[in-house]
Every structure is written in structure tokens, then in C-alpha cells.
């Protein structure tokens, strides 16, 4: 069974999807941690896990910082460690001691957009569908190899919040999945590459969502 322990800034609803896809799973969520006090906490601690807020201090460079995050994970003894709308960007240093065992989601299709104000990107560019990356995580900004994507489309009529909460329900499928792949030893970074079933992957997996957020299109080898 792989040990997770899940990091979160916000109201938690990538933990809630991961927590809920966990009972017939190759992995157990063991720990979950903030940088603030962040609404998900709660809803982790209503599934009985232990939960710790490591806030930044004044004047903190990234790295002290991350050795304090060090310091929270090591009686986890994690094996993978999943980021889940934590917003902070970890110390090359970090990243580097964790190497292979870090995957984030990150709400476009890499790689375009990489960073903040995402759908308000796309919007602006008028492009015609959007998604979600789930990656390894690197030591350069939303760069790492892409394990599996989600597209939805835009719509005419969307804002920012229309599209994020389309977008969203498409995080919620594709990221247990890919944690679920991860955990099995079925999928892991190489250099620079992802290796599924022993096998390169020439593209990042593909799911499709319709405008209702409904799935019309799952990855076969998810099903195998």
C-alpha cells in the first residue's frame, strides 16, 4: 500500500475526489498539509487524518521553508506526495529530494498556460476547449512529464468561474486515476519521460468532458 500524504491551500475538493476514490485503491492517504488554515483541512479531519498548517514565516527563504515542510512529512515516511491546489512553489532543493514522488495538478492543457490567472488566459486567447494536467513535478514551473490530460470545451457564454467549475469536475476524474497508476507502479518518471506498463509514453493519456462536464471519452489503458 503507497503511502500519500496530500498538500492543500484551499477548500480541498482534488482531496475530497482522491479520498473518495481510495477503498478498493493501491494507496492510503495518510497525512494532509497546508501552508494556511485552509477549508479542506476540515473536511480531512472529518476522514480522521492527521492534518498540519505550516505557515510561512517573515522574511523565510523557500528553501527554510520547505526544510520545515521536510520536517512535517518525515513521520509519513510518504511515497508520493500529491500536490492538490498547494500554492506555493517548491525550492529546486525540494523537488530534488523528492524527485519522482512529487505530482500536481494543474488546470490547463500543458503545455500552455503554465502559472497563475488560468482561465482568464484562456478566455482572453479564445481558445475552443481547455483541461487539466496532471505531471510530475520538476524543478521548473508546471514543466514536468504529463501523465494524463482532460479536455472540456469553452463556451461562448463563459467567465472565469463557469469555466474553472466545468474544468474542475474533470480534475476530480482524472486525478485519482493517474494517483491510482502511480501508486500501483504502473506509471513513474524517467528521464524526463513517462513510463506506463513499462512502455514510453509518446503522449500524455487523454479523457474528454462534454460542456456538461459529463465524460465522453476515457483512456483505455484506465480500463484495462
Known amino acids: 500500500m503507497t503511502r500519500i500524504v496530500v498538500l492543500i491551500s484551499g477548500n480541498g475538493s482534488n482531496l475530497a475526489a482522491l479520498l473518495a476514490a481510495e477503498d ?8 494532509v498539509l497546508s501552508n494556511r488554515d485552509a477549508a479542506g ?14 505557515k510561512p514565516r517573515r522574511g523565510e527563504s523557500r528553501e527554510d521553508y520547505d526544510t520545515r515542510i521536510d520536517a512535517a512529512l518525515a513521520p509519513y515516511d510518504p511515497q508520493l ?14 523537488v530534488a529530494r523528492h524527485a519522482g514522488r512529487l505530482v500536481n495538478i494543474h488546470p490547463s492543457l500543458l503545455p500552455k498556460y ?6 482568464q488566459r484562456v478566455l482572453d486567447a479564445g ?6 494536467s496532471v505531471h510530475f513535478v520538476t524543478s ?5 512529464p504529463v501523465l494524463i490530460q482532460a479536455s472540456v470545451p469553452v463556451l461562448a457564454d463563459d467567465d472565469e468561474a463557469a ?5 474542475h469536475k474533470a480534475e476530480h476524474r482524472i486525478y485519482p486515476a493517474a494517483v491510482e497508476l502511480i501508486a500501483a507502479g504502473r506509471a513513474h518518471a524517467e528521464s524526463g519521460s513517462i513510463w506506463l506498463d513499462d512502455t514510453p509514453l509518446t503522449a500524455p493519456l487523454q479523457a474528454r468532458f462534454d460542456q456538461h462536464g459529463v465524460l465522453i471519452a476515457w483512456p483505455q489503458q484506465l480500463t484495462d
Open 114 to 119: 503554465r502559472g497563475l490567472n488560468v482561465h
Open 24 to 31: 478498493a485503491a493501491a494507496r492510503r492517504t495518510v497525512a
Open 81 to 94: 506526495i500529491v500536490l492538490a491546489g498547494f500554492m506555493r512553489i517548491l525550492s529546486a532543493g525540494f
Open 41 to 54: 483541512l476540515a473536511h480531512a479531519r472529518r476522514c480522521n487524518l492527521p492534518t498540519h498548517v505550516v
Open 127 to 132: 481558445d475552443a476547449e481547455s483541461g487539466a
Open 140 to 144: 521548473e514551473l508546471d514543466a514536468g
Open 163 to 167: 469555466l474553472s467549475a466545468r474544468i
